[in-house]
C-alpha cells in the first residue's frame, strides 16, 4: 500500500511570498496528481507529474522519483491561492485509485 | 466540451433509505474513478470502472455499496440503507487513458 505524507498540514503566509508543498511517496507510482480543493469542496487538477517539472501560471511542480518526493511552489502568491492542496500518487500499492495526501491548508493573506 | 458532471449536488436522506449518485464521464472517457470524502479527512479511493465493467472495487465497502459503469449512461454509485457515518462528498473522476483524471464537482451526502 503506497503511503503518501505532504507537509506542511497548514501554511500561512503574505501576499507575495514564495510558497513550497512538500509531498512524499512509499513506493514507485506510475504518476502523481497535484489537486487543489476551495471553500465549496470543487477539485481541480492542477499537474499530473511522471517526470521533470511543470509549470502554469505561477505554479510550478516538481518530481523526483528517485527520492520519491514532489513538491509544488507558488511565486507571487495571492489571495486567492487560498485552498487545500492535495498531493496523490498514482500506481504502486495495488489499487488502481488516486492515494492521496491529506492536504495542505494554505491560507495567503494580504 | 462539458466537464465531468455529477447529480444531484446535495442528497440528503433518512437512516435506512437508498441514495443514488451520478456521475457523467467527459465526452470520451471510457474509465471513471469514484472517492469518498469524510467530513475533516483526506479523499479515498472507493471504486475504478470502466464500460460494464468493475476493474478495482478495493475501496468500496463490502457491504451496501455498489457501482456500475453501464454501455449507456452514467456511472452509478449506489448506497442501501444509508447509515449516518455515510454522509460525505463523493466525487467521481474520468479518464480518457486511466491516467490523468478529471473530478466532477462532487455530490454532498447528508443522511439524518
Known amino acids: 500500500k503506497n503511503e503518501v505524507e505532504q507537509s506542511p498540514q497548514n501554511l500561512t503566509a503574505q501576499e507575495g511570498e514564495f510558497i513550497t508543498i512538500n509531498c512524499s511517496y512509499s513506493?514507485?507510482?506510475?504518476?502523481l496528481h497535484w489537486l487543489q480543493q476551495h471553500p465549496g469542496g470543487g477539485i481541480v487538477s492542477l499537474f499530473m507529474?511522471?517526470?521533470g517539472k511543470k509549470k502554469h501560471g505561477r505554479l510550478i511542480a516538481t518530481i523526483n522519483i528517485q527520492e520519491k518526493h514532489s513538491s509544488l511552489h507558488i511565486t507571487a502568491s495571492h489571495p486567492r491561492d487560498s485552498a487545500v492542496y492535495i498531493c496523490?500518487?498514482?500506481?504502486?500499492?495495488?489499487?488502481?485509485?488516486?492515494?492521496f495526501g491529506k492536504g495542505t491548508h494554505l491560507i495567503i493573506q494580504p | 466540451n462539458a466537464g465531468v458532471m455529477q447529480n444531484p449536488r446535495h442528497l440528503v436522506r433518512r437512516r435506512g433509505q437508498e441514495a443514488r449518485l451520478r456521475c457523467s464521464p467527459m465526452?470520451?472517457?471510457?474509465?471513471v474513478y469514484w472517492y469518498r470524502q469524510l467530513p475533516e479527512e483526506g479523499l479515498k479511493f472507493m471504486v475504478y470502472?470502466?464500460?460494464?465493467?468493475?476493474?478495482?472495487e478495493s475501496g468500496m465497502p463490502k457491504e451496501r455499496f455498489s457501482a456500475e459503469f453501464p454501455k449507456e449512461g452514467p456511472s452509478i454509485l449506489r448506497i442501501q440503507q444509508v447509515v449516518r457515518g455515510d454522509s460525505a462528498a463523493y466525487f467521481c473522476?474520468?479518464?480518457?487513458?486511466?491516467?490523468?483524471?478529471?473530478f466532477g464537482p462532487g455530490t454532498r451526502l447528508t443522511v439524518t
Open positions: 496523490a500518487a498514482m500506481g504502486g500499492g495495488g489499487a488502481d485509485g488516486l492515494t
Open positions: 513506493v514507485g507510482i506510475s504518476a
Open positions: 507529474l511522471s517526470s
Open positions: 465526452k470520451g472517457h471510457s474509465h
Open positions: 470502472l470502466q464500460k460494464e465493467n468493475i476493474i478495482d
Open positions: 473522476a474520468s479518464s480518457p487513458t486511466g491516467i490523468e483524471q478529471y
